[in-house]
């Protein structure tokens, strides 16, 4: 497909147990953003990629979010120690440059019971 | 402290008539606007930007008005169809492309 993919789509987990969420970004996307969004609010900023590097990730809640991009295509993000409070739609969206609006992925619904 | 807000959490329109989505911002640093259009269970599709050197950008039925002063920005779409019922997302960045805040979001319905 032509869209950002994300998976899985639906993730529960117990409380305590690690976890990891996958995105492909748009072939060629230099860019790739990870965002967090609870229920009825709207997409808050985690992280940013632009190739490898990631060049901010001021919004990652704790100690716990590492997220990574290592040859600047696919990217993980990767929770440790889930609390309840992590639950959330996780969003990966990807663009060409600064100049270009983001693409969305569907995103990864993460449960934590 | 919300830097992108959205103070109507839900619009009702009839088909056909206007809709007209407001957006309000704090960070006189934001030059970058954008509003993205969410259905259920999909990511958030970008639907129309504006610069800040720009106060308005019109996409077929979809217009951005951007007010400066105010830091105010609105979304006009017309006629309303019940297809364009979905939430609505404004967006802000101080770079085009680059790290967007986002405000709450409206939920729009447009009814037949």
């Known amino acids: 497909g032509a869209g950002v993919s994300q998976s899985p789509r639906y993730k529960v987990a117990k409380r305590g147990q690690d976890v990891a969420l996958r995105c492909d970004p748009i072939?060629?996307?230099?860019?790739l953003f990870w965002y967090q969004q609870a229920l009825g609010q709207g997409p808050e900023f985690l992280t940013y990629f632009q190739n490898e590097a990631q060049l901010d990730k001021s919004g990652l809640p704790s100690d716990r979010f590492f997220a990574e991009r290592p040859e600047g295509s696919v990217s993980t993000l990767k929770i440790q120690r889930t609390q309840q409070e992590d639950s959330a739609v996780y969003l990966c969206a990807s663009s060409f440059g600064t100049d270009s609006p983001l693409h969305f992925g569907n995103g990864t619904r993460l449960t934590v019971t | 402290d919300q830097q992108v807000k959205q103070n109507s959490p839900s619009l009702s329109v009839q088909e056909g008539r206007i809709s007209i989505l407001n957006c309000d911002y704090t960070?006189?640093?934001?030059?970058?606007f954008l509003w993205y259009k969410k259905y259920p269970a999909e990511g958030p599709t970008f639907l129309i930007s504006i610069s800040s050197i720009k106060d308005k950008n019109e996409d077929g039925r979809f217009t951005v008005f951007l007010n400066k002063s105010a830091k105010h920005l609105s979304l006009h779409i017309v006629p309303s169809q019940p297809g364009d019922s979905a939430v609505y997302f404004c967006a802000a960045s101080g770079n085009a492309g680059n790290m967007l805040t986002f405000g709450g979001g409206t939920r729009l319905m447009v009814k037949p």
């Open positions: 072939s060629g996307h230099v860019s």
């Open positions: 960070n006189s640093m934001f030059d970058y």
